[in-house]
């Protein structure tokens, strides 16, 4: 049931009327559901700011909160979502700190206070409502914006790509490599070949659980990518039993090389380059 404006009106008049003992008695409900996780004084002061809101809505004449009178109202609304959010609040806990505001409310009512003009709370309770629901939306968006901001962090983290010599750079991969690791493993190994012109570029699987078809595809596409930018690539980490995986499944490296470690695949590298000293090969004088 939706409000009419004239009952917009008398609950706007009893939120300012009443508005020090709502936002004491509104802050006390919502505190319980927090469990002390916030500041008193930071609580009361987010409390008084939505019950301002909601009184200057109301009193604009809101009597749907999509409505222009409730753009304020709305923005106060996602603030606190995202403040809590990004606080660790989970969304029945920011939920209910609109939806404590029905139980003060009806408090005031119940002592009296309502001389047969505030008598529609349903209508009032049903606003409430729909605000608390806008709330639980607003979360729930800021809260899946962070975990994606999360993952694409801890997904650049998982694919490093090092220099371990001149002209020699590594990619230690460790875990599973889907679609999208793997994309930007391409790209970091990509980026850093252009940067420091290295002519080779050692490809680390010792921390991939296993190897299936789809995995060795995703290895292929980064080795022919790499070669079109000129860098020839090594396979370190091939364990017995990825070796024997990769038998079964009858995938071809052709010419790619492999080696069984990094380290080997290192002294193969210096040794095709020249350089001796780590090659297995005693240095000329």
Known sequence: ???????????????????????????????????????STELRRQIEELRK???????????????????????????LSGHRARQGFNATETAISVYALKDAVLEVLDNGTDNGGLRDYVAF??????AALFTF????????????????????????????????????????????????VMERLLQTLVDTGSPYAIIDIT????????VAQHILKT???????????????????????????????????????LADALRYVLGKTGNRSLSGKRTER
């Not at 004239?6 to 559901?33: C, Y």
């Not at 109301?58 to 603030?79: I, K, N, P």
């Not at 309770?125 to 729909?130: I, K, L, N, Q």
């Not at 921390?207 to 789809?214: L, S």
Request: aromatic share 4%; with cysteine.
């Open 125 to 130: 309770s049903s606003f409430v409502d729909r």
């Open 207 to 214: 921390g991939v659980p296993a190897v299936d078809t789809q």
């Open 1 to 39: 049931m939706p409000l009419s404006s004239d009952e917009a009106s008398r609950f706007a008049d009893l939120l300012k009327e009443h508005g020090e003992s709502l936002t004491t008695r509104w802050t006390e409900l919502v505190a319980n559901g927090l469990r002390g996780r916030l500041s």
């Open 223 to 261: 080795v022919v990518a790499a070669r079109l930018m000129g860098a020839d690539c090594i396979i370190s980490g091939i364990r017995p039993q990825i070796a024997q995986t990769i038998v079964a499944l009858g995938i071809e490296f052709g010419d790619i090389a492999t080696k069984a470690s």
């Open 137 to 184: 939306d607003s979360y729930v968006q800021v809260r899946e914006a962070l975990i994606a901001d999360q993952a694409e962090q801890l997904l650049e983290l998982s694919t490093p790509v090092v220099k371990l010599w001149e002209g020699v750079v590594a990619v230690p991969l460790v875990g599973t490599l889907d679609s999208a690791r793997a994309q930007v």
């Open 53 to 79: 809101g909601f009184e200057q809505a109301l009193r604009a004449g809101s009597v749907h909160l999509t409505d222009e009178a409730s753009a304020e109202l709305r923005a106060q609304l996602s603030e």
